[in-house]
């Protein structure tokens, strides 16, 4: 059957203030009406249903979690974070005991998509491919820009599916790229041969389960055993797990790794002006999810609290966030330094509250 | 004897979100550690005792003035603003009949003054010479720069006072200047013969009883009648008054106004950038009344509460006010037009609460 695991664990530094570490972008509705876990759990709901969705998140989290998303019964909180590969190896030792046929979609919590249908059709064509091969997918999203703040994935030769139902178009991956710069970015445009590694995933649980007894045999052994008991020292044992992401532990180590073609509008939502491209701008560009008084002010993304009135002033490309206990005024070019500043406010005591 | 009369009408708005109409600016400590309404009256006090203070207010401020000045026992709340020369002709009425030999200082609430001894020279200078002649004083700033915003004196012959102890040189006016442009403030600056009018006045009760009589006698007659009696209908009356400055109603007309020379620093305060002209900078140039975390925030101006953190992220020249039901966003060049800002508030029902 199909499986979900919805990948949680971050903490948001980047959408700070407002995303706080009990409380992070993927549980606060940023984007639509719902919070953004809760979208994701809505977008994969023809295609897996709450009860067979794994979460994974952390320990001061999960409680938000379980009240989101009330019909999800697997939740794995993390005692502490140690990338993707642990985590996804010990969600799928997880279902490999309840369903050992079971086929997974591994998707973040916190992405924005433009496309729901296409996106159902997508991950329901690598669902049913996954449960049929032995392949590692990876969704790979179709570029729009030459964003050098994700991985690309460069195409190999196309799959011969043999599974007619299936629309989506499939190729082997050729290889991975890390971040690239601008330029190498425009070039992996033009030949319309790469993709974006959005981190979405698709597998068989013994797809997987064979790859990371291969590439990550301690790891693949302690997440078994992890699995199969309600061990007290579950924090201890997780905490040596080595911290290292799936993409690196097993896709750029794999030979069976596969790309399925994501030709839906796709955005993972990194930092406070990604808000301005998914809700709509007044007629001076300003984006306000609360309270905006305006004057002379343009292209200014406001966030905050409906009963709390925040007045821009002669002021353009600013990011503006009010809540009750700390304000963020921060200019849109630089948004990714909110995770700078909070690395800092961690520093020290004062702040500990606020974070 | 000596009298002062502290001119506290004004809504401040241009100092919203913090200054409210019940609250403006002059009853805020928004320069030093007092409001600027105390240290008004404290720069007085070796001259003028709180008891001789008459304080010129409105009917929402006059419960908090009661409160920030306890000592002073004379405040006229005026039912409705009818700019400056009807106040202070009540104010003059009012010490007339207390104390016809009085000499009155006329000052702002709202005013900064950089050396209060050099004030108190200027100031007790004045009331000295206006006790003995029959002349309207004004105290003429020395420009320290080619500002629009103020009006300006042009100096006529200089006084001979022939009172010994004074040490304040004095100049018949030779006319008022409205806001000048740039160009013209610079020649102004230029000759040495210009100084700012801060409306500050100092003049003796008899002088300006007479100024009144002379240049607005239906409003010295009216004012005489409202000092003498508590009319029931004394909202309605001082409605009725004409709405006109003391610049323009006396000051432009009379032919015995004189200029003293205020050698002091001074600054109307009269936006929020001028905060950061009395208050210490850190390292990048920000001024923070509250608490401030900047990363590559520079010149910013920043009024909280140290309770509620203000973070400023690659921005500069902003003003950032926060208070707990509105926040200001402003660069520091439109300052000014906070004030459009709140009269565009106050055409709004929602925003009635916040003003």
Same mark, same amino acid.
């Given at each position: 059957?199909?499986?979900?695991?919805?990948?949680?664990?971050?903490?948001?530094?980047?959408?700070?203030?407002?995303?706080?570490?009990?409380?992070?972008?993927?549980?606060?509705?940023?984007?639509?009406?719902?919070?953004?876990?809760?979208?994701?759990?809505?977008?994969?709901?023809?295609?897996?249903?709450?009860?067979?969705?794994?979460?994974?998140?952390?320990?001061?989290?999960?409680?938000?979690?379980?009240?989101?998303?009330?019909?999800?019964?697997?939740?794995?909180?993390?005692?502490?974070?140690?990338?993707?590969?642990?985590?996804?190896?010990?969600?799928?030792?997880?279902?490999?005991?309840?369903?050992?046929?079971?086929?997974?979609?591994?998707?973040?919590?916190?992405?924005?998509?433009?496309?729901?249908?296409?996106?159902?059709?997508?991950?329901?064509?690598?669902?049913?491919?996954?449960?049929?091969?032995?392949?590692? /997918?990876?969704?790979?999203?179709?570029?729009?820009?030459?964003?050098?703040?994700?991985?690309?994935?460069? $195409?190999?030769?196309?799959?011969?599916?043999? $599974?007619?139902?299936?629309?989506?178009?499939?190729?082997?991956?050729?290889?991975?790229?890390?971040?690239?710069?601008?330029?190498?970015?425009?070039?992996?445009?033009?030949?319309?041969?790469?993709?974006?590694?959005?981190?979405?995933?698709?597998?068989?649980?013994?797809? /997987?389960?064979?790859?990371?007894?291969?590439?990550?045999?301690?790891?693949?052994?302690?997440?078994?055993?992890?699995?199969?008991?309600?061990?007290?020292?579950?924090?201890?044992?997780?905490?040596?797990?080595?911290?290292?992401?799936?993409?690196?532990?097993?896709?750029?180590?794999?030979?069976?790794?596969?790309?399925?073609?994501?030709?839906?509008?796709?955005?993972?939502?990194?930092?406070?002006?990604? /808000?301005?491209?998914?809700?709509?701008?007044?007629?001076?560009?300003?984006?306000?999810?609360?309270?905006?008084?305006?004057?002379?002010?343009?292209?200014?993304?406001?966030?905050?609290?409906?009963?709390?009135?925040?007045?821009?002033?002669?002021?353009?490309?600013?990011?503006?966030?009010?809540?009750?206990?700390?304000?963020?005024?921060?200019?849109?070019?630089?948004?990714?330094?909110?995770?700078?500043?909070?690395?800092?406010?961690?520093?020290?005591?004062?702040?500990?509250?606020?974070?």
């Amino acid at each position: 059957m199909n499986w979900a695991v919805i990948m949680a664990g971050g903490f948001g530094e980047r959408f700070w203030p407002m995303s706080r570490r009990s409380r992070p972008k993927q549980l606060l509705a940023i984007v639509g009406r719902r919070t953004m876990i809760q979208d994701a759990a809505e977008r994969l709901r023809p295609l897996v249903p709450p009860t067979r969705i794994v979460v994974v998140t952390n320990a001061v989290q999960a409680r938000e979690v379980h009240k989101q998303l009330p019909r999800v019964k697997h939740v794995i909180a993390e005692p502490v974070g140690r990338n993707t590969a642990p985590c996804i190896a010990l969600a799928a030792a997880m279902i490999a005991r309840l369903d050992p046929n079971a086929a997974i979609a591994v998707v973040p919590a916190d992405s924005w998509v433009g496309d729901v249908e296409k996106y159902r059709r997508v991950v329901g064509d690598s669902l049913a491919l996954a449960a049929e091969r032995d392949v590692l /997918i990876t969704i790979g999203i179709q570029p729009t820009a030459p964003h050098t703040g994700y991985g690309y994935i460069r $195409l190999g030769e196309a799959l011969s599916t043999q $599974l007619s139902a299936l629309s989506t178009q499939f190729w082997k991956a050729n290889r991975f790229v890390e971040k690239p710069d601008v330029e190498t970015a425009k070039q992996f445009l033009a030949t319309g041969e790469y993709r974006w590694n959005a981190g979405m995933f698709v597998w068989s649980v013994r797809a /997987i389960g064979r790859a990371f007894e291969k590439f990550q045999p301690a790891m693949a052994k302690s997440c078994a055993r992890l699995a199969a008991t309600k061990l007290r020292n579950f924090a201890r044992e997780y905490q040596r797990l080595e911290k290292i992401s799936v993409d690196y532990a097993i896709m750029e180590r794999a030979d069976n790794v596969v790309v399925a073609n994501g030709d839906f509008p796709w955005d993972d939502v990194g930092d406070w002006p990604a /808000i301005a491209r998914h809700n709509p701008r007044d007629a001076n560009g300003n984006v306000a999810r609360g309270a905006l008084a305006g004057l002379d002010a343009a292209n200014c993304v406001v966030v905050g609290d409906p009963k709390h009135l925040i007045a821009a002033v002669g002021v353009r490309d600013l990011v503006i966030v009010h809540t009750p206990d700390a304000t963020l005024v921060c200019h849109t070019s630089e948004a990714q330094k909110v995770r700078e500043l909070v690395k800092r406010l961690a520093a020290e005591k004062r702040y500990q509250k606020i974070l």
